[in-house]
């Protein structure tokens, strides 16, 4: 399995760090086969998995869930898990509670949480204070949008450029181990990138982050919205349908089961 020095490494030898989400068994089997170096539970499933218009309804409940089916079909992946919204933000007893629960319950190695305004950086020093390994998330991030009026870039302003970097900093300082960067320009990517000594993961940040996160549903092409930041591997939004109304004709039209369908068959 890697480690939080396996990615430390990869960023001194300039070598990309390759993420991908998952959110049950399956998925997180076909990711650990590919040979991605991590795997995020993001609160993302909020949306691609229970069909929520946004990430904000998602509970400490739902993320241990899904995380523990993850860890049972990646058993030798480094996992992490996103806290989901309330969850690290009312008290720092609370945050290390629900922190320790994903970690315990979920046998995640590492959490994320998004933002980087000073009781932020609170709750990713509480989280450490209890030996947690810690992920930040800067940029667009998809708790605040409502506060940013949806789904829109930031950083795109010099002000909110330099605001940007010295969250980044604050965060590093803090003790997180990694940074994800989401939805910023790429110039802003590069620049903080270069800035920090711990390794930056882009999400729609441009080429020049140490490495690169997508969603498993965004990758094969099943979701129902594709950002700009998006490559589609496959289209199984067109095959599934398809292929599933092969088997509703077969059924209809009595070609299935066949014989070597049937336990113990008839004769006719």
Request: aromatic content about 8%; charged content about 25%.
């Amino acid at each position: 399995m890697n480690s939080i020095r396996t990615f430390r490494k990869m960023k001194h030898k300039n070598e990309k760090i390759v993420m991908l989400t998952a959110y049950d068994y399956p998925s997180a089997k076909y990711v650990e086969m590919a040979g991605v170096d991590l795997i995020l539970v993001g609160d993302s499933l909020g949306m691609v998995i229970l069909g929520y218009e946004n990430t904000l309804n998602v509970t400490v409940s739902d993320m241990v869930h899904h995380a523990k089916a993850v860890r049972n079909g990646a058993k030798d992946s480094f996992i992490i898990v996103d806290m989901p919204y309330m969850s690290y933000h009312v008290s720092n007893e609370e945050t290390k509670r629900n922190a320790a629960k994903l970690i315990r319950e979920a046998d995640a190695n590492a959490v994320k949480l998004e933002g980087g305004k000073p009781s932020r950086i609170e709750a990713i020093k509480a989280i450490i204070d209890c030996e947690i390994p810690v992920v930040g998330h800067l940029g667009l991030t998809p708790q605040s949008i409502y506060q940013f009026g949806g789904y829109v870039v930031q950083g795109k302003k010099e002000a909110d450029q330099e605001k940007i970097l010295e969250q980044a900093k604050a965060i590093e300082q803090a003790g997180a181990f990694m940074i994800v960067l989401e939805g910023i320009p790429e110039k802003l990517g590069k620049e903080i990138t270069e800035n920090l000594s711990i390794p930056t993961i882009g999400i729609g940040a441009g080429r020049f982050t140490d490495g690169q996160v997508l969603v498993y549903h965004d990758v094969l092409g099943m979701a129902d919205f594709s950002p700009k930041f998006v490559k589609k591997y496959m289209n199984l939004s067109d095959k599934i349908p398809a292929n599933l109304q092969k088997f509703i004709n077969d059924v209809k039209e009595g070609e299935f089961p066949k014989k070597e369908q049937i336990y113990a068959p008839m004769d006719k």
